[in-house]
Structure formats: C-alpha cells, structure tokens
C-alpha cells in the first residue's frame, strides 16, 4: 500500500478537490507541481520519513507472517 502514500500526500498538500484533476487536469496538476516546488526542506524531510515509515512498517508485518504471529 506505499504506492498510494505519494497520491495521499499530493491530495492534502494541494489543497485542491480531487474532482479538479479530472474536470481542469492542466490547472490542477501545475498548481500540484508550484505547491510541490514551494515546500521547505523540513517539509520534504517529513514526507519521506512517513513514506519510509510505510515501506519498513510493510516489511516488519511479513517478517512477522513469517515468523508465524498472527495479529487477529
């Protein structure tokens, strides 16, 4: 599921509805692009630490499937 994190974090950043990337695609994707531009670097170091976050989150449950625990 951490390919979906980059389309969550694009969808609360922009500020945008989601309806305008299909009714005013040109628009809404370099309104995308500026925001995305305009982000400072602790903004980025956070981003990426949550996509981090999901990826290793996403290894840890296999290792533990593996191992035989089962969560439910």
Sequence with gaps: MAFLYPF???IIIDGIPVSKYF??????FS????????????????LISGFVGAI?????IK???????QMF
């Design 31 to 46: 309104t995308v692009f500026n925001v995305l531009v305009g982000i400072t670097v602790v903004d980025w170091i956070i």
């Design 56 to 60: 290793v989150s996403g290894m840890v």
């Design 8 to 10: 969550i974090v694009i």
């Design 63 to 69: 290792y533990l499937r593996k191992s035989g625990y």
């Design 23 to 28: 009714t005013a695609p040109s628009e809404a």
